[in-house]
């Protein structure tokens, strides 16, 4: 089970590059498990030498500010178990794939999408302070407030630290009940 994600206040990384596909993100010859845990050391392996991946910083930052296009290509759920399993709570960009955004929601990550101009403002200063407000659908940086929306189940599993599986267990007193009363 994720940790619940409501507020999440960290230094971004910034990778600005557009179109980083999944391949990219975790390479293909890391596919080799279905497990999550020690998958972050896998994490843009073909860049790890190369800033920001360098800078000491690179280690505490929960929060991705990533180039348009983020998450494209194959549909590998070891892309957002990567990003997660290397400490990333939240991607932000002005375009995320849409099956990475399903993957992402449904293992822990939150996947923001922000319109241009505010995508921009958080591309151009690498390393600064920002709060991501989950409930609020918010993005707070500089000064400066932007709001997001996100999937209403995706974000409602985010908040209790719940996956698509757990919230099933959840229901079935229910759909114990109700298969009782058809009988």
């Known amino acids: 089970m994720p940790e619940p994600l409501t507020v999440v ?10 179109n980083l596909d999944t391949d990219q993100i975790i390479p293909a010859r890391f596919l080799t498990t279905t497990e999550r845990e020690g998958l972050g050391r896998f994490l843009f392996a073909d860049r790890r030498d190369q800033a920001p991946w360098t800078d000491p910083r690179a280690a505490e930052c929960k929060i991705l500010v990533a180039g ?39 293992n822990g990550l939150l996947p923001v999408v922000l319109e241009s101009a505010a995508h921009a403002a958080l591309l151009a200063a690498p390393w600064q302070e920002i709060e991501v407000d989950l409930p609020a659908r918010r ?17 409602w599993c985010l908040e209790r630290g719940l996956d698509a599986f757990d919230y099933l267990l959840q229901q079935e007193p229910a759909i114990t009940a109700f298969e009782e009363a058809r009988a």
Do not use: T
Request: charged share 20%.
């Open 9 to 18: 206040c960290s230094r971004s990384l910034v990778l600005p590059d557009q």
């Open 68 to 106: 348009a296009n983020f998450g494209c290509g194959s549909s590998r759920e070891h892309a957002p178990w990567a990003l997660h399993d290397f400490g990333f709570r939240v991607v932000i960009s002005s375009e995320i794939a849409d099956i990475f955004r399903n993957n992402a929601l449904k």
């Open 139 to 155: 993005v707070r940086a500089a000064g400066q407030e932007y709001s997001f929306e996100v999937d209403p189940f995706g974000a």
